[in-house]
């Protein structure tokens, strides 16, 4: 596996842990860290000065989607690894 790849999955597993932790401490609900990945999900989407296949639009959105089902996942109390997290995109997609 390409390396950045596992880089990128390790950073992806970090955020979401550190979204969980900032919900624990009630700095943000899991509502407003939802809605901040939805507006960062909308201005990728929303970018015209680039024209991006499909594939790669959805690489670009498929750290985002990862922390909302993280999100989600946390709020039923559940965990799950990142390959059930990617098996969901890719279901998702």
Do not use: W
Not at 43 to 62: K, T, W
Request: proline share 1%; hydrophobic share 45%.
């Amino acid at each position: 596996m390409n390396t950045a790849n596992l880089q990128l999955k390790g950073l992806i597993m970090a955020m979401a842990s550190i979204c969980d932790a900032i919900v624990e401490k009630e700095l943000l609900t899991r509502g407003e860290i939802d809605t901040a990945l939805a507006k960062a999900q909308k201005a990728i989407q929303e970018d015209d000065d680039h024209e991006l296949s499909g594939a790669n639009l959805a690489a670009i959105l498929f750290p985002i989607r990862v922390l909302q089902l993280a999100g989600q996942s946390g709020t039923k109390g559940e965990g799950a690894t990142f390959s059930d997290y990617a098996k969901l995109v890719g279901k998702l997609s």
